[in-house]
């Protein structure tokens, strides 16, 4: 009996040996993550080159009104596109609802920049619908007048065909759990459908339509390529302007900072959003009582819906087709082959080891449920709210002083000029890409581990099996679609993501997103569509496994 006491002892000793070195290793990996926005923060106050001082008397107000206008606009457009969209597939039957109930998520696969190139593309002067139109009016060059798609005004509304899906997804998944009965009662107190819209379901659904355009807006300070594009001076191209151009990376940081501290601000505005209103459904749900229209608020209904998809998925998609169809060449080159190759391989690195450091990140946090370990997984959670051009100066800065210090070290020691090895190397790529991206793969693994019973690892651990073994023999195999699901969102992120790899890639190591980028900004737009084009259809996977979820949820309901 002894003896077994002992070494039922010994095993409990063992395993709080496994949990605690699970727990630090968590906590280490987290705080890896943190660090480059850390030092942005602390950059922020070193002593620079004074294009600080250069920057705030000539170009900083307006980066910061260019920014703040592109933040109106882009929210004024996601909610009315969204929340309209949502409300009508909800609530109403109509002409083509089932098919534009999956359609309206497509724009997700379409980066904004690429958009901004095909809408250039199409709308400039030189473009097919401004020569038709001349053909048509016999008109001349400054008989007309025609909107400028290259302009801030252009921009919100790249931003908004694109975006909008964030908030479409968010608040048709509320109205669709709102209460029959509750609506129904909104009309007996004599509400029309736009009364119980406003009065009833529009409340109720706050918190997401909030969550959805805090999404929105953080993809909106985090996109470099349109903005840059269309010439609107916002932080992002600010920070490239301190970077690249002043070669200052205190002024860098310190424009980081301020946009560190707008993305906050959006998400503590988020938080506030909600207050402490708490709604619970305990009624019958309206997802099946759908009201049918017919005549022309049918067809209005069915416009109203087809309209955001058409502009921000079917129109690009078609003009970049089109310029590939008419110029097959580029998509075929040996250059063209190498870049997709790049691609695929920094998004497969990046999405392997995205899966398996989120794996045990989700897994110390189920099994040590410490507040160390919970709170180190919500930092290592806030990197997908960093612009990729924070991320880059947060990592760049330490790094180029470590290679720094080596190389005088290497040249000190043994004679050897070794220059740069960090710094510009795919390692340190792959480590923004993980600050940026690894809280997608985290969020997913952590809602498939939710799923799964704690008495199938208790039997597990009854039978003698370490933390590790019981992760490996019964975890990793129900997880599997939850693992692939997370490496297939985190492949498609890196691959359309442009601001860190523009600046952080390897010397001659391009890829599709930075090759399509020069491309459009030396007005090879032909050239550019081959990449933007391949983009987006990687970018179409996981929208079509999201919109047969939907599918596969709504007939459940």
């Given at each position: 009996?002894?003896?077994?006491?002992?070494?039922?002892?010994?095993?409990?000793?063992?395993?709080?040996?496994?949990?605690?070195?699970?727990?630090?290793?968590?906590?280490?990996?987290?705080?890896?993550?943190?660090?480059?926005?850390?030092?942005?923060?602390?950059?922020?106050?070193?002593?620079?080159?004074?294009a600080w001082q250069h920057l705030a008397a000539t170009v900083l107000p307006e980066y910061l009104f260019s920014t703040l206008?592109?933040?109106?606009?882009?929210?004024?457009?996601?909610?009315?596109?969204?929340?309209?969209?949502?409300?009508?597939?909800?609530?109403?039957?109509?002409?083509?609802?089932?098919?534009?109930?999956?359609?309206?998520?497509?724009?997700?696969?379409?980066?904004?920049?690429?958009?901004?190139?095909?809408?250039?593309?199409?709308?400039?002067?030189?473009?097919?619908?401004?020569?038709?139109?001349?053909?048509?009016?016999?008109?001349?060059?400054?008989?007309?007048?025609?909107?400028?798609?290259?302009?801030?005004?252009?921009?919100?509304?790249?931003?908004?065909?694109?975006?909008?899906?964030?908030?479409?997804?968010?608040?048709?998944?509320?109205?669709?759990?709102?209460?029959?009965?509750?609506l129904q009662a909104g009309r007996l107190l004599g509400y029309g459908p736009f009364g119980v819209f406003i009065h009833i379901?529009?409340?109720?659904?706050?918190?997401?339509?909030?969550?959805?355009?805090?999404?929105?807006?953080?993809?909106?300070?985090?996109?470099?390529?349109?903005?840059?594009?269309?010439?609107?001076?916002?932080?992002?191209?600010?920070?490239?302007?301190?970077?690249?151009?002043?070669?200052?990376?205190?002024?860098?940081?310190?424009?980081?900072?301020?946009?560190?501290?707008?993305?906050?601000?959006?998400?503590?505005?988020?938080?506030?959003?909600?207050?402490?209103?708490?709604?619970?459904?305990?009624?019958?749900?309206?997802?099946?009582?759908?009201?049918?229209?017919?005549?022309?608020?049918?067809?209005?209904?069915?416009?109203?819906?087809?309209?955001?998809?058409?502009?921000?998925?079917?129109?690009?998609?078609?003009?970049?087709?089109?310029?590939?169809?008419?110029?097959?060449?580029?998509?075929?080159?040996?250059?063209?082959?190498?870049?997709?190759?790049?691609?695929?391989?920094?998004?497969?690195?990046?999405?392997?080891?995205?899966?398996?450091?989120?794996?045990?990140?989700?897994?110390?946090?189920?099994?040590?449920?410490?507040?160390?370990?919970?709170?180190?997984?919500?930092?290592?959670?806030?990197?997908?709210?960093?612009?990729?051009?924070?991320?880059?100066?947060?990592?760049?800065?330490?790094?180029?002083?470590?290679?720094?210090?080596?190389?005088?070290?290497?040249?000190?020691?043994?004679?050897?000029?070794?220059?740069?090895?960090?710094?510009?190397?795919?390692?340190?790529?792959?480590?923004?890409?993980?600050?940026?991206?690894?809280?997608?793969?985290?969020?997913?693994?952590?809602?498939?581990?939710?799923?799964?019973?704690?008495?199938?690892?208790?039997?597990?651990?009854?039978?003698?099996?370490?933390?590790?073994?019981?992760?490996?023999?019964?975890?990793?195999?129900?997880?599997?679609?939850?693992?692939?699901?997370?490496?297939?969102?985190?492949?498609?992120?890196?691959?359309?993501?442009?601001?860190?790899?523009?600046?952080?890639?390897?010397?001659?190591?391009?890829?599709?997103?930075?090759?399509?980028?020069?491309?459009?900004?030396?007005?090879?737009?032909?050239?550019?569509?081959?990449?933007?084009?391949?983009?987006?259809?990687?970018?179409?996977?996981?929208?079509?496994?999201?919109?047969?979820?939907?599918i596969r949820r709504r007939h459940k309901a």
């Amino acid at each position: 009996m002894k003896a077994v006491t002992q070494t039922n002892s010994a095993r409990h000793r063992k395993r709080r040996g496994s949990l605690r070195a699970l727990a630090l290793a968590a906590i280490a990996i987290c705080a890896a993550l943190a660090a480059p926005i850390a030092v942005v923060v602390a950059g922020s106050f070193a002593t620079g080159q004074g294009a600080w001082q250069h920057l705030a008397a000539t170009v900083l107000p307006e980066y910061l009104f260019s920014t703040l206008w592109l933040v109106l606009g882009v929210t004024a457009g996601v909610i009315l596109l969204g929340v309209s969209s949502a409300w009508l597939i909800a609530t109403y039957r109509f002409p083509g609802a089932g098919v534009l109930e999956w359609a309206l998520v497509l724009p997700l696969a379409v980066p904004a920049y690429v958009v901004a190139y095909a809408y250039t593309d199409f709308l400039q002067f030189s473009g097919p619908l401004q020569s038709l139109l001349r053909a048509l009016l016999g008109l001349r060059a400054g008989q007309y007048w025609f909107p400028e798609i290259r302009s801030l005004g252009g921009a919100m509304l790249v931003f908004a065909v694109v975006l909008y899906p964030y908030v479409y997804l968010l608040a048709r998944a509320a109205f669709l759990d709102q209460s029959r009965q509750l609506l129904q009662a909104g009309r007996l107190l004599g509400y029309g459908p736009f009364g119980v819209f406003i009065h009833i379901a529009l409340p109720l659904a706050r918190p997401a339509i909030a969550a959805g355009t805090a999404l929105a807006l953080m993809e909106t300070l985090a996109d470099f390529g349109a903005v840059a594009y269309f010439s609107v001076q916002t932080f992002t191209t600010g920070i490239y302007r301190a970077w690249l151009s002043m070669g200052d990376l205190t002024a860098a940081a310190q424009l980081s900072s301020t946009l560190l501290a707008l993305v906050l601000l959006i998400l503590a505005a988020e938080r506030w959003s909600r207050g402490k209103a708490r709604h619970y459904d305990t009624l019958a749900r309206g997802a099946d009582h759908a009201i049918r229209l017919s005549g022309a608020r049918a067809w209005g209904a069915s416009l109203c819906c087809a309209l955001p998809p058409l502009l921000g998925f079917a129109l690009p998609a078609a003009i970049l087709a089109y310029r590939v169809w008419s110029e097959p060449g580029h998509l075929f080159s040996e250059r063209f082959v190498g870049l997709a190759v790049n691609s695929f391989t920094l998004a497969g690195i990046t999405a392997v080891a995205a899966v398996a450091l989120a794996l045990l990140l989700a897994y110390a946090g189920r099994l040590v449920p410490s507040r160390g370990v919970l709170i180190a997984n919500r930092i290592a959670s806030l990197g997908y709210a960093m612009p990729g051009a924070v991320i880059a100066v947060g990592i760049l800065v330490p790094v180029a002083r470590i290679d720094n210090l080596l190389a005088d070290w290497l040249e000190a020691q043994f004679g050897v000029q070794a220059g740069l090895i960090f710094t510009g190397s795919v390692l340190a790529l792959v480590y923004a890409y993980l600050v940026r991206f690894l809280a997608v793969a985290l969020q997913t693994l952590e809602a498939g581990l939710a799923k799964i019973r704690p008495s199938m690892e208790d039997a597990a651990r009854s039978l003698g099996h370490s933390p590790m073994r019981v992760l490996a023999r019964v975890h990793a195999p129900i997880l599997l679609p939850s693992l692939f699901t997370a490496g297939l969102i985190v492949f498609v992120d890196v691959m359309k993501e442009l601001p860190a790899t523009l600046v952080m890639r390897p010397f001659n190591f391009d890829t599709l997103a930075v090759q399509a980028y020069h491309y459009a900004s030396d007005e090879r737009l032909p050239q550019a569509a081959a990449a933007s084009l391949v983009i987006v259809a990687v970018g179409l996977i996981p929208v079509i496994i999201l919109t047969r979820a939907m599918i596969r949820r709504r007939h459940k309901a």
